[in-house]
């Protein structure tokens, strides 16, 4: 039990207990103590939340969501795209090189800045575009923000029970401490110095993946969804949805189907698997086991952020993945592979994941293949199910695996590791940026 006493004069326009938390308290009391301490509507140029849009298109302009902002970076395995000439999408919610976005709902408080790259984004309506003035280093305010004393403040002013969200108004009002331009300064070479790890990691990933599309033949096969389509009566299976029988699933067969390639299906190399189990939420622990879900498996690596913990109970022992196993989503987002890294030893695995032990392949270069466009494709395609596609163990295990030479599985497994690497790396000078934003405050 937490315990906050405060003055009756401290009391605002909400009466929660949980808007006293101490944590709060503390860093309000931080900020108090300190010069050059601004509203953020004072050092900045505007502030301008998104619009709902719900027509999608296979390709146009970015809809930037909330779920493609992550602390380390954005994320747009999953990207939507909008018609940005259409007349009811305004011009000022896009977003623009330089800018920082906020992600409003949700997991409230994330905040980046907008590379060039992603410039004439469009935002969603979770999500608050912020434009920055001469009075701000952007770089020193992300980090800022994402520091315990933007943190905090995000989530103590959010709005809501089920899902919080932060108003435009409660935002501009946020405490900034603006120090001298020197410190500032520091802050961004320790951003860039990431920046430029996280870009050299992609181009490893890429690199793996250029690599092994070549030694595939995908390196320029056309995955794009055909309007018109014929197919042979006698080609027919079980299936009678379009979708099932587009051009692409038949050539990426045909190619993994060359006689140049040793084929076999990945249950040839599955030693133990399960399909996870829904366990009771009023088991669950601040401290504990991990439960892996499904919004915690992205592409090879497993996202740990909210993640849930559980106690090590007898009876769900048959339900745990292990430090090299391999999960696979088989609802939602299917398709979706990652590998359980060396650091956790035991895992609990939720409902529509399959979790595999393999043997007799390098595991990195497997979880690496399955998780190639074209690859999942074919996982996309056994699904069923409407509104939530689902697949079964079945047909997952199902997928032809090549057999590539040692040495090719080798580097490619080399540089998914440099790419890892790397992106630790860049995850820790953002962590230590962010350490001295706050040793700066509590001096």
Same mark, same amino acid.
């Given at each position: 039990?937490?315990?906050?006493?405060?003055?009756?004069?401290?009391?605002?326009?909400?009466?929660?207990?949980?808007?006293?938390?101490?944590?709060?308290?503390?860093?309000?009391?931080?900020?108090?103590?300190?010069?050059?301490?601004?509203?953020?509507?004072?050092?900045?140029?505007?502030?301008?939340?998104?619009?709902?849009?719900?027509?999608?298109?296979?390709?146009?302009?970015?809809?930037?969501?909330?779920?493609?902002?992550?602390?380390?970076?954005?994320?747009?395995?999953?990207?939507?795209?909008?018609?940005?000439?259409?007349?009811?999408?305004?011009?000022?919610?896009?977003?623009?090189?330089?800018?920082?976005?906020?992600?409003?709902?949700?997991?409230?408080?994330?905040?980046?800045?907008?590379?060039?790259?992603?410039?004439?984004?469009?935002?969603?309506?979770?999500?608050?575009?912020?434009?920055?003035?001469?009075?701000?280093?952007?770089?020193?305010?992300?980090?800022? =923000?994402?520091?315990?004393?933007?943190?905090?403040?995000?989530?103590?002013?959010?709005?809501g029970s089920m899902q919080k969200e932060l108003t435009l108004d409660v935002t501009k009002?946020?405490?900034?401490?603006?120090?001298?331009?020197?410190?500032?300064?520091?802050?961004?070479?320790?951003?860039?110095?990431?920046?430029?790890?996280?870009?050299?990691?992609?181009?490893?990933?890429?690199?793996?993946?250029?690599?092994?599309?070549?030694?595939?033949?995908?390196?320029?096969?056309?995955?794009?969804?055909? /309007?018109?389509?014929?197919?042979?009566?006698?080609?027919?299976?079980?299936?009678?949805?379009?979708?099932?029988?587009?051009?692409?699933?038949?050539? #990426?067969?045909?190619?993994?189907?060359?006689?140049? =390639?040793?084929?076999?299906?990945?249950?040839?190399?599955?030693?133990?698997?399960?399909?996870?189990?829904?366990?009771?939420?009023?088991?669950?622990?601040?401290?504990?086991?991990?439960?892996?879900?499904? /919004?915690?498996?992205?592409?090879?690596? #497993?996202?740990?952020?909210?993640?849930?913990?559980?106690?090590?109970?007898?009876?769900?022992?048959?339900?745990?993945?292990?430090?090299?196993? #391999?999960?696979?989503?088989?609802?939602?987002?299917?398709?979706?592979?990652?590998?359980?890294?060396?650091? #956790?030893? /035991?895992?609990?695995?939720?409902?529509?994941?399959?979790?595999?032990?393999?043997?007799?392949?390098? /595991?990195?270069?497997?979880?690496?293949?399955?998780?190639?466009?074209?690859?999942?494709?074919?996982?996309?395609?056994?699904?069923?199910?409407?509104?939530?596609?689902?697949?079964?163990?079945?047909?997952?295990?199902?997928?032809?695996?090549?057999?590539?030479?040692?040495?090719?599985?080798?580097?490619?497994?080399?540089?998914? !590791?440099?790419?890892?690497?790397?992106? !630790?790396?860049?995850?820790?000078?953002?962590?230590?940026?962010?350490?001295?934003?706050?040793?700066?405050i509590e001096k």
């Open positions: 039990m937490q315990t906050s006493t405060i003055k009756f004069s401290q009391i605002e326009d909400r009466i929660d207990a949980e808007y006293y938390k101490p944590e709060y308290l503390e860093i309000y009391n931080d900020l108090k103590k300190k010069k050059d301490v601004f509203l953020l509507k004072d050092v900045i140029k505007e502030i301008i939340s998104g619009s709902y849009i719900d027509a999608y298109f296979p390709e146009g302009t970015l809809y930037l969501r909330v779920n493609n902002l992550k602390e380390d970076g954005f994320v747009l395995s999953d990207a939507k795209y909008v018609d940005i000439q259409y007349s009811k999408i305004p011009q000022r919610i896009r977003v623009h090189t330089h800018d920082l976005v906020l992600g409003r709902t949700g997991t409230v408080g994330i905040v980046l800045i907008v590379p060039s790259e992603l410039d004439g984004a469009v935002m969603s309506q979770h999500i608050t575009k912020i434009v920055l003035s001469e009075k701000i280093n952007r770089f020193y305010l992300m980090i800022y =923000l994402n520091s315990k004393y933007g943190k905090l403040q995000a989530e103590k002013t959010a709005l009002n946020f405490k900034i401490l603006v120090p001298p331009k020197s410190f500032q300064q520091k802050i961004e070479e320790m951003v860039k110095d990431a920046q430029k790890k996280r870009k050299l990691a992609d181009e490893k990933y890429k690199e793996a993946e250029e690599i092994l599309n070549k030694e595939l033949g995908l390196e320029n096969l056309d995955l794009s969804t055909q /309007k018109t389509f014929e197919t042979k009566f006698s080609e027919a299976e079980d299936r009678f949805d379009p979708e099932y029988y587009q051009p692409k699933y038949k050539k #990426i067969k045909a190619l993994l189907s060359n006689e140049k =390639l040793t084929t076999k299906s990945l249950k040839s190399f599955v030693k133990k698997y399960n399909c996870g189990f829904t366990f009771p939420t009023e088991i669950y622990l601040i401290k504990g086991i991990p439960l892996l879900r499904i /919004k915690n498996l992205k592409r090879i690596e #497993i996202d740990f952020e909210g993640v849930e913990f559980l106690p090590d109970l007898d009876e769900y022992q048959e339900f745990v993945a292990k430090s090299g196993d #391999i999960l696979i989503s088989m609802s939602g987002t299917v398709g979706a592979v990652s590998l359980v890294p060396e650091n #956790i030893q /035991k895992a609990f695995v939720n409902q529509r994941i399959t979790s595999i032990s393999t043997e007799r392949i390098n /595991k990195l270069y497997l979880c690496f293949y399955l998780n190639l466009p074209a690859i999942n494709s074919l996982m996309v395609r056994e699904t069923t199910g409407g509104v939530q596609k689902n697949i079964t163990y079945k047909d997952i295990t199902s997928v032809p695996v090549p057999i590539l030479s040692q040495s090719i599985q080798q580097k490619i497994s080399s540089l998914i !590791q440099q790419s890892f690497k790397l992106h !630790q790396e860049a995850k820790e000078l953002i962590e230590q940026a962010k350490l001295k934003v706050e040793e700066m």
